[in-house]
């Protein structure tokens, strides 16, 4: 069974840019997280999305956008890429939006804004 | 503001020893704990849990022991071996929430 696939796995943008990150939950998982992860911190949770609606959000600007699809994938949206929005990226997957739920995360997908 | 702490970034431990890591946490409405484990070029991967009805949960060579008063938990590997040499972050949450709170991890290296 394929777990949570994201793409791109590397990506290079410059400041101003915009990029969009893209996830597959695990196959029956309805929930999509979004975190992100700065180099030495802890993933920061950045949105939560179940039945194609938000079902939380945290503490980013407005320029992070994202949405889910009827097929439970979801897309990640950064406008205004700033040279602190570098890090790794990470979709993790879950049956239903508990918190109790154990999330299976990607890979991530590594942003560099130069 | 930090709300999950893990104040040692790195800890070496001789293979077959025990290895501790620990994890502190501020709010006390977090009700249900995580460890996940990372390694380079992976995404984090569940270890094990707590609920903050129980003081002790085991899993095969993995136990977290939590510390409601003193808000507090840990993760006990017995024996560690070299294969366990990862990024580990500590997590929580509330019931009812939709989010993890992590830490900002312990890099564990099990020397053969």
């Known amino acids: 069974d394929a777990g949570v696939t994201q793409s791109p796995t590397h990506l290079i943008k410059t400041r101003g840019q915009h990029v969009t990150l893209r996830c597959s939950p695990i196959?029956?998982?309805?929930?999509v997280s979004w975190y992100q992860q700065v180099l030495g911190q802890g993933p920061q949770f950045i949105f939560q999305y179940y039945e194609k609606e938000e079902r939380g959000r945290g503490n980013f600007p407005d320029r992070f956008s994202a949405r889910q699809f009827p097929n439970y994938s979801s897309e990640l949206n950064v406008n205004a890429l700033l040279l602190g929005d570098s890090a790794l990226y990470l979709c993790?997957?879950?049956?239903?939006?508990?918190?109790?739920?154990?999330?299976?995360f990607g890979a991530g997908s590594r942003l560099t804004v130069l | 503001d930090q709300q999950v702490k893990q104040n040692s970034p790195s800890l070496s431990v001789q293979e077959g020893r025990i290895s501790i890591l620990n994890c502190d946490y501020t709010?006390?409405?977090?009700?249900?704990f995580l460890w996940y484990k990372k390694y380079p070029a992976e995404g984090p991967t569940f270890l094990i849990s707590i609920s903050s009805i129980k003081d002790k949960n085991e899993d095969g060579r993995f136990t977290v022991f939590l510390n409601k008063s003193a808000k507090h938990l840990s993760l006990h590997i017995v024996p560690s071996q070299p294969g366990d040499s990862a990024v580990y972050f500590c997590a929580a949450s509330t019931t009812g929430a939709n989010n993890l709170f992590f830490g900002t991890g312990t890099r564990l290296t099990v020397i053969p």
């Open positions: 709010n006390s409405m977090f009700d249900y």
């Open positions: 196959s029956g998982h309805k929930s």
């Open positions: 993790a997957s879950s049956l239903d939006p508990s918190g109790a739920n154990v999330l299976t």
